[in-house]
């Protein structure tokens, strides 16, 4: 029988290298596990500054939210780009929005996903036309 009550710590949690800091979502095992659910995924993510993910990225279902625990992080969408500075700034994108990350200093982020399907997460090419000031 599954415990009804889960006590943990995130970004202890988060270091799973093959989670990639999520920590509950369709993908914990045992599935009987209260954190292993279709609903959501949650991640705790830490980066240092520096640290980036430059390839793109969409969920075919998900919508997304990423809060700002600490930190300057830069969230990237192919017409605008979104720089969480102060704690609690967030960024909430729909699926098949195509995103990218930066970290401009260290920074814990909390991302939360909805509904948590296998394979959902693609990465997509992304042709940027940017305006030069000539």
């Not at 009804?4 to 093959?18: R, W, Y």
């Not at 990639?20 to 959501?40: C, K, N, Q, V, Y």
């Not at 995924?41 to 980066?47: A, D, M, P």
């Not at 992080?73 to 990218?100: A, K, M, N, T």
């Amino acid at each position: 029988m599954s415990s009804k009550i889960v006590f943990g710590n995130a970004p202890l949690e988060s270091k799973d290298m093959n989670r990639r800091g999520w920590f509950m979502g369709h993908f914990i095992t045992p599935d009987r596990d209260p954190r292993s659910t279709a609903e959501l995924e949650v991640k705790w993510g830490i980066h240092l500054a520096g640290d980036s993910r430059t390839e793109w990225a969409t969920n075919a279902e998900a919508t997304t939210l990423s809060i700002l625990i600490q930190g300057r992080f830069c969230l990237q969408f192919p017409e605008q780009e979104f720089i969480l500075s102060r704690p609690g700034d967030y960024v909430l994108w729909l699926p098949g929005v195509p995103h990218s990350w930066s970290a401009e200093k260290h920074s814990t982020v909390i991302t939360v996903r909805w509904p948590s399907k296998p394979a959902d997460s693609q990465s997509v090419s992304i042709v940027l036309d940017r305006v030069r000031g000539d």
